[in-house]
């Protein structure tokens, strides 16, 4: 058999240090994992800063990053690699995850329970002491170096019985839990990422605590650090609180016409 | 490897001022949305120009516009590109998001609700700080340019359980709810379309009027801004108003025998 | 990157008037929209005469006409196009609706409910003002020629939930309603092309009456004037009318065993 | 574009006369509906001779017959044609139903409510008065010769729901309903196809009749001539007469055991 | 058109007897099914000797077997074939039915209800007195040779409504029951078979009634005669009687615990 | 034809005995199934040691391993192989279950309820006295060498009733079930697994144990040995008891808030 190339991306390591501030003890637990060689999963709600988390965390470890978002239409195929014909000769393409584990990357797997059964199973013989990936059509297979650490997240808040994770998978890893930071912490991220004033900031908290505590009444999620975020920097621009507010927290929360009002007058409240 | 050419369009900017009358401030959130890199989502109902204003928004800032009508079939793939065997070579062709990213255009998709899943989750890295597209067939990741700008639209309305947008989407993106302009707005704009008098364009908004009242107690959704367009251009051309308020109008909006009678009958007393 | 071929098959005009009886002011209408650029709608019940009004109006506006029977699995692909391989070569091959745009044909989508839900999208950039169609495969943008008209079918006594046509896409077109026509004009038809007598050809419209009467009240739908041209052949052909009306009619609108002898017994007591 | 050649079989005429024996007046309505090229549609219970008759019908009208059983994944593909790649060339193979129309040939479509719906709408314009099949994937619109006729069955005791074919449909067709012959032709049926005696075939009928009582008490349906035709085989063969009637008759109509016992002693009772 | 190189295997007889015991007169049966050119439906239990009395009958009539377990993706072109491309040619490779056809062998379609529906129709016109299997795609019409025979077989007490046998399709068959031998034969084959002692055998066989009386009490199906003979197996190597019988009926039956449990305690009762 | 090159990859044979401990007969019991060439089904709880049982088994037989994780996308053709185009030549790759029965290796299918029915079908004919593997694609019948061995295993309490074993496939194998360890071995593995000390792995199981007393109220597993070697881990790296507890265990088992907090305060009370 003629030798079939193999297509493996070179990863670069972050060279700047991305902004992120500890909100309790993950980043040892984080460190002590990767020590151990042990699969990470992170939980919490959307925008609230894990994707941010673990930038900053292989950066610290000195790893490249491979981050891919799941989808339902997300296959094996899709994470480990296919065979492409080039030119006329049949080249094997790694998928991110064989690229991340040939590396001894970070692979990043957000929102997993989005993807398929398939894509979940692919990764339990990484997930586990044997730490190898089996790439079934090259009938290789890849053991990682110890530098590669695999990392999936979800948010339990959404999670269906339709897709749920396994307990064959969830078994595999050390699991931290996050949530949004608490007032003072978020107000100064707010105000770092946004160049908005303290007293600004801190008013944008308030109201998005306030969404927050309409979870389960009304509200499917409250306003993530990133919604304060975006109506800060629309603010900055020249855009009045409230309409700002309306249009980068109320209105991306919700539809319902009830609710926006409700949310809006909030906002009034405060600014 | 050998190379693969890459086959990506030049996009050109709209060089006539679309017709558009503001009918709030959705002109400056929407200036201020691009220049803070913010991607913006538009909600409204059918018909009532959010296509028109993401035109008049790329000529105003002298963007190329990529618009993309959203379907059940949709793929990341159709949107992110894929490879083709041209004369025994494989090219790989953009798709028009991956264009619309690489000439820092103005990507629309329209009724992104009805997408698959997966296109969803391929835009999230371009609706985030972050800001690039990875297209993991090339194992490439496009840095968007300052200019580039993500619009999604959808109607709340029509939204079901099965197609509504995850707030790990929506919580990246402005939010801008659209409605139909006022009466003597809509007048002039379907006056404006079509030249017809302004009394008979009253006549017709009045009609269009009526009909949204009937929103939720039998028809679906009130007659748009379109349709005056529509019923206003038979008229010119001859049609009698009742005739041409009934084939552009009444037929349009309902199949229901009832409600079609009713929707006639509105029409008969106005005109 | 090489040129790809581009296929398009030349559409001609039909050259011979085809027999149209109009019921009510549908020609004046349907030329007006096609004057405005408007695309249109036809609802009405199966065999009653839509597919012989628009190639009709085809021959009537001398534009060609390219009809496609909708189904569950016509994709966007079948209507616009795909790439073949032949000899060697990559072609690309226009679909009928492309193949219409490009020579400012008639394109008329029979039965288009039944379509997947992408060939409805697919339609949206040529039923608005922008009247163009987006070839994304090629990244073309083709821009419909004056003479070019969308015309849709469907019958809306048979629309299921699943399939409707949604607000989005109804509010395009110019809406047309038919229906079976009168007695006398049906006579007319049915002798005229059958060649039948006045008399026998009036039986069967009285016949046919009585069908559409049990419409709902055990028949899903009455015996359509294409029926009645079908007995009127096998008469003139010498199959006694008892026998051909229980053939061409009777079996041909159900299969339950007490409408079919209700309905035989109906066509014994009028001949 | 090179020529792309095209492969459509030769298709001959039966040269020897099946055996069939009128039930009824569907041999003279079979030959009026082909003078008048309107399409037929046969409805009946299985194994009670709708293949045959199509058979002795193409042999009286001298037309060559091309039989396809339709089933749940039968395509509109599979019946129109593909392009294969043979030799590195592009060929195009006609699909059973183009290959009927080019021949002028009788195209039986068998169980036709079992195929996907794309197939049902790929035969209408064939069954209505334009006679064409588009072949759309060749641009090519095939005119049906004047001996070409279209045939389609079903068994209406089976339609469920899901599978029942729409008025859309079956307002094109001449229909015919079919039954099992009367018992004195019926024995002379299985006499003749299987050498048995005239006594021990009438048996066999007297038998059938009983199981086609149970038909809605207990049996899905009662047994048809084609098992009487099995039985006799077996029994002419040295198989006793009540053993052939467990293996042929009664274990072939049910799996439900006090059935099979009550069918069972049925035959003992006549043997 | 070039001609495609048609790949068929050479079929092979059996040259071995099968052990098989007759437990009725299905072996006369069979051979007059075969004789008369009739195909044969197998119904029975899991594990009760189906597929070994083929492999019997095939060895006694000299007749190559083919055999197919059939499965819920098991498509008609599995059976009939499918075009390869081998260096650069296209070639014909026969599905296992269709080589069993040419080579007038005995195809046995193993659990045939699991099969998709368009395997079922496929069978058809093999399975009446056409005898020939349409390769649609070659547009080839094979006639089975004398030799031919088609079985198949499905266990009836695991029919679903989903997955019944249409009645079009077992109205074509002679069929047979089979059942477990009785307790006296089914002692001497597990004795022939495993080696051990009569005195044990006769005790498993005792211990699967036992189980079989079970039946819808708790468990789905009784030990079959499969499973007496791994028991046996195991104790001849020196596993004790209780272990084997949990490892290798009990645990090989059911996963319920209380079940379990009293399965244990039958076995522990009888050895 | 032209020779097709096959591709079907050495197999080594595991040269460091794996870490594993009885818990009963399982050793001789499998050890006597691979003499007499009966395939094994692995019954138990996720993480409670039968892959590694496995990797043991195949050590001291002397057997290569072939793992596959089953899947919901795994195919037949994924596990018995595929053409690939390889430099414009086919050429046949092995799927690992034709690869380990040509190298008489041990094949083990962990959780194979998960794959596609098609999987189950395709092992039937090695799993029963025929031991043969049919490549229908190459129209080859892989004889079995005795060396061959078939290994299966599922989570009985995990299986739906859309992913049950069939009778007809559990009635192939030889099973046993799996538990947890007793908690003397079990805190000797914890032990021997992270160098911990004997009282803290002594108080890992005791922690363990009161989870597993919680499976059916609250938690749907409780934790696994795997779990307690994690955690151990932590410790051992620094992390104090209680928050490596809370990451490797109380996280990993469940998102319930109560239920978290119930699972904290257990460990809090042990540490």
């Not at 730490?131 to 290789?140: H, Q, S």
């Not at 009444?217 to 975020?229: M, Q």
Request: glycine letters at 8%; charged letters at 25%; proline letters at 6%.
């Amino acid at each position: 058999m003629q030798d079939v190339e193999l297509i493996s991306p070179q990863l670069a390591i972050l060279d700047e240090e991305p902004y992120y501030h500890a909100v309790g003890d993950e980043v040892p637990l984080f460190e002590s994992a990767w020590r151990n060689r042990l699969p990470v999963l992170l939980k919490g709600p959307t925008g609230c800063g894990k994707t941010r988390f673990v930038e900053y965390m292989a950066w610290k470890l000195k790893r490249p990053l491979v981050t891919v978002a799941c989808h339902d239409d997300l296959t094996a195929a899709d994470l480990v690699g296919r065979y492409l014909i080039v030119g006329g000769q049949t080249v094997w393409m790694d998928g991110p995850l064989a690229a991340a584990v040939r590396a001894g990357a970070i692979c990043y797997l957000d929102e997993v329970v989005e993807a398929r059964k398939d894509t979940m199973v692919v990764i339990h013989p990484l997930a586990d002491s044997r730490r190898v990936l089996p790439i079934e059509k090259r009938g290789e297979l890849v053991h990682a170096p110890a530098g590669f650490m695999l990392v999936i997240s979800y948010n339990p808040g959404y999670q269906s019985v339709l897709k749920e994770l396994k307990q064959s998978t969830r078994q595999r890893f050390v699991a931290f839990e996050f949530d949004y930071p608490d007032a003072e912490l978020e107000a100064a991220i707010v105000s770092r990422e946004t160049g908005i004033g303290a007293d600004v900031a801190a008013k944008l908290v308030k109201f998005a605590a306030m969404t927050r505590n309409l979870k389960g009444s009304g509200l499917d999620e409250g306003a993530s650090t990133r919604l304060l975020v975006h109506a800060g920097k629309l603010i900055v621009d020249g855009v009045p609180p409230v309409a700002a507010c309306r249009a980068a927290i109320a209105q991306a929360v919700t539809d319902e016409p009830e609710m926006l009002a409700a949310v809006h007058e909030m906002s009034s409240s405060i600014f």
